[in-house]
């Protein structure tokens, strides 16, 4: 059965500091691996996805993450992270079925 | 485009009482979802339909949720009787078609939550 462990329950990073989210995934065939982030009140907002080709995916608002195989990761990274990114980061991994699991989630706080 | 709308945003009911929920997909997705999401979770898929054919309910609660999708079109999401675990947030999602591809991206709706006292 797939699974997604984000091992972070929760971060905090300076603004303007670099970021990087962990996400590991455990399934049977190639995953289609999301990150999807929600504010407080909010509904989940897609970042980016990855389902094949590049490892190196490129999101909404500066985010990108990478696909690594070998590690069964999917990381999140942000250079120069912003107040406004202080959110629940979920990674979830999804198969041809459309059945989505997400992991627990990350708390990001962002300091001044 | 108009979003995954969902009603209520805030529900409080007793134990043992009966709670409906709305959503309205994003017009022309033909797969809809339901998740519940616990206070520190992620999302758990409850149950999925593709027009109004159910594809998935093997994680809903049987013995007291239901789910319809009569035309294919808006769903609701019932609890009878409440118990004071499904205190949670219930998601509502849409997708344009079932299968992984680049256009089957999950839209959420702002979600319900629900108190069970």
């Known amino acids: 059965a797939q699974s997604v462990t984000q091992p972070d329950i929760h971060i905090t990073v300076s603004e303007g500091a670099s970021l990087e989210l962990r996400c590991n995934y455990s399934?049977?065939?190639?995953?289609?691996l999301f990150w999807y982030v929600q504010s407080p009140g909010q509904g989940l907002q897609l970042l980016l996805k990855y389902f094949s080709g590049d490892t190196l995916v490129q999101g909404i608002k500066g985010f990108e993450a990478e696909f690594k195989r070998s590690q069964s990761s999917f990381n999140l990274r942000k250079p120069s992270v912003h107040w406004s990114d202080a959110a629940e980061y979920f990674c979830a991994v999804g198969g041809y079925n459309n059945d989505m699991r997400f992991g627990a989630g990350t708390r990001l706080t962002v300091k001044p | 485009e108009a979003g995954v709308a969902q009603s209520p945003r805030y529900k409080i009911i007793e134990k043992r009482q009966s709670v409906a929920f709305w959503c309205n997909p994003i017009s022309g997705h033909a797969t809809l979802y339901w998740y519940q999401q616990i206070l520190g979770q992620g999302p758990k898929l409850l149950i999925q339909f593709q027009n109004n054919g159910v594809v998935d309910d093997s994680q809903l609660p049987k013995d007291r949720f239901s789910a319809e999708r009569l035309k294919g079109v808006d769903s609701t999401l019932k609890i009878q009787p409440a118990k004071l675990e499904d205190s949670a947030v219930y998601l509502c999602?849409?997708?344009?078609?079932?299968?992984?591809?680049?256009?089957?991206?999950?839209?959420f709706g702002p979600g319900t939550r629900l108190t069970v006292l």
């Open positions: 999602a849409s997708s344009l078609d079932w299968g992984l591809d680049s256009t089957d991206t999950q839209y």
């Open positions: 399934y049977g065939a190639t995953p289609y």
